[in-house]
C-alpha cells in the first residue's frame, strides 16, 4: 500500500503561482505513472497532469504552457508547477500514484485562486 501526502496548496490572486508536491510512503516495489487531478464544485474530477517513471509527460489542454509536473525517483516525491493561475483553476488537487496493478489517492489540498 502506498501512501500520499499532499502539501503546497493555498489562496493565490490570479496571474501568481503555487508548488504543489506529493511524497509516496509505504511498502511498494516501484511507482510507475504519477499524476495531479483535480476537482471543482460540483464538477467531475480531471487530468491535470501525468509523469512516467522515465519523464513523460502529459497535460490537460487548459494547463498546458502554465503547469509544469516533475518527479523525483528517488524520494518518491511528484511536483505540480503552477504558474498564471485563474479563478477557474480553483478546486481541490488529487495526487495519484500507480504502482503493480492498482494506485493510490492522496487525501487532496485545496487550491484557491481569488483577488
Known amino acids: 500500500q502506498v501512501q500520499l501526502v499532499e502539501s503546497g496548496g493555498g489562496l493565490v490572486q490570479p496571474g501568481g503561482s503555487l508548488r504543489l508536491s506529493c511524497a509516496a510512503s509505504g511498502r511498494f516495489f516501484s511507482i510507475s505513472g504519477m499524476g495531479w487531478y483535480r476537482q471543482a464544485p460540483g464538477k467531475q474530477r480531471e487530468l491535470v497532469a501525468v509523469?512516467?517513471?522515465?519523464?513523460?509527460?502529459n497535460y490537460a489542454d487548459a494547463v498546458k504552457g502554465r503547469f509544469t509536473i516533475s518527479r523525483d525517483n528517488a524520494k518518491n516525491t511528484v511536483y505540480l508547477q503552477m504558474n498564471s493561475l485563474k479563478p477557474e483553476d480553483t478546486a481541490v488537487y488529487y495526487c495519484?500514484?500507480?504502482?503493480?496493478?492498482?494506485?493510490?489517492w492522496g487525501q487532496g489540498t485545496q487550491v484557491t485562486v481569488s483577488s
Open positions: 495519484h500514484a500507480e504502482y503493480g496493478l492498482t494506485g493510490s
Open positions: 509523469i512516467t517513471s522515465g519523464g513523460s509527460t
